[in-house]
T-cell receptor, first 110, second 113 residues
Framework: DAKTTQPPSMDCAEGRAANLPCNHS???????VYWYRQIHSQGPQYIIH???NNETNEMASLIITEDRKSSTLILPHATLRDTAVYYC???????????FGTGTRLQVFP | DGGITQSPKYLFRKEGQNVTLSCEQN?????MYWYRQDPGQGLRLIYY???????QKGDIAEGYSVSREKKESFPLTVTSAQKNPTAFYLC????????????FGQGTRLTVV
C-alpha cells in the first residue's frame, strides 16, 4: 500500500497562506489523494481530494505534481480556527482502504 | 438528518472484559472502517468492510473483532486479548470507489482500568 510522509509540524501567521506538503512517491496511477484535518478529540473532517489535476473548493486548494509523487494543500488565508492536525491520505485502489500518515500539526498564530 | 454515529462517547471497562463499540450510518454507504488513535499519534486501521457480510483486517486487527450483518452497522468488539485497549476509536463510512470522500464519526474514548 502507498505510504504518505508529512512534516510533523508547521507554523503560519493568521491571514497568510498555509502550504502543507505531502510525499506519496509510491502512489499508483489510479489512486486518489485525500486531505483531512482533525481538531483535538474530534473525528477527522474532509477537506479536499484529487487524482492528478489541481483542485479547489471553498476550504482549500490541492496542487498535485505532474509525476503525482507529491502534493501540497493550500489554505489561502489561515485563521486561528485552522489550527489542527492535517492528514494526507492515499485511497488504495480496489480495496477502498484509507491509509493515514502521521499528519502535520499546523499552528496558526495571531 | 444523515450522518455517522458512534456511541457512547466515553466508555469505561474493567480489564479482562470484552466491550463492543457501536457505529451506525444512514448514508447508504457500502464501505465502513474502524481506526484506533493513541495520544499524539495518527489513525491506524483496525478493520474495514466494503460490503455487507464481508470485512478485512487492517494493520492492527489482533485483539479485535467485527461483524457486518447490516449495511448501516459495523460494531467493533475489543476483546480481552487486546493488550492495550485504552485508546480513541473512530469509525468512518463511504461509498465504494476512488472518487468519494469518507465521513467520520465523533469517536469513542475507551478507558480500561
Amino acid at each position: 500500500d502507498a505510504k504518505t510522509t508529512q512534516p510533523p509540524s508547521m507554523d503560519c501567521a493568521e491571514g497568510r497562506a498555509a502550504n502543507l506538503p505531502c510525499n506519496h512517491s509510491t502512489i499508483s496511477g489510479n489512486e486518489y489523494v485525500y486531505w483531512y484535518r482533525q481538531i483535538h478529540s474530534q473525528g477527522p473532517q474532509y477537506i479536499i481530494h484529487g487524482l492528478k489535476n489541481n483542485e479547489t473548493n471553498e476550504m482549500a486548494s490541492l496542487i498535485i505534481t505532474e509525476d503525482r509523487k507529491s502534493s501540497t494543500l493550500i489554505l489561502p488565508h489561515a485563521t486561528l480556527r485552522d489550527t489542527a492536525v492535517y492528514y494526507c491520505i492515499v485511497r488504495v485502489y480496489n480495496t477502498d482502504k484509507l491509509i493515514f500518515g502521521t499528519g502535520t500539526r499546523l499552528q496558526v498564530f495571531p | 438528518d444523515g450522518g455517522i454515529t458512534q456511541s457512547p462517547k466515553y466508555l469505561f471497562r474493567k480489564e479482562g472484559q470484552n466491550v463492543t463499540l457501536s457505529c451506525e450510518q444512514n448514508l447508504n454507504h457500502d464501505a465502513m472502517y474502524w481506526y484506533r488513535q493513541d495520544p499524539g499519534q495518527g489513525l491506524r486501521l483496525i478493520y474495514y468492510s466494503q460490503i455487507v457480510n464481508d470485512f478485512q483486517k487492517g494493520d492492527i486487527a489482533e485483539g479485535y473483532s467485527v461483524s457486518r450483518e447490516k449495511k448501516e452497522s459495523f460494531p467493533l468488539t475489543v476483546t480481552s486479548a487486546q493488550k492495550n485497549p485504552t485508546a480513541f476509536y473512530l469509525c468512518a463510512s463511504s461509498h465504494r470507489g476512488q472518487n468519494t470522500e469518507a465521513f467520520f464519526g465523533q469517536g469513542t474514548r475507551l478507558t480500561v482500568v
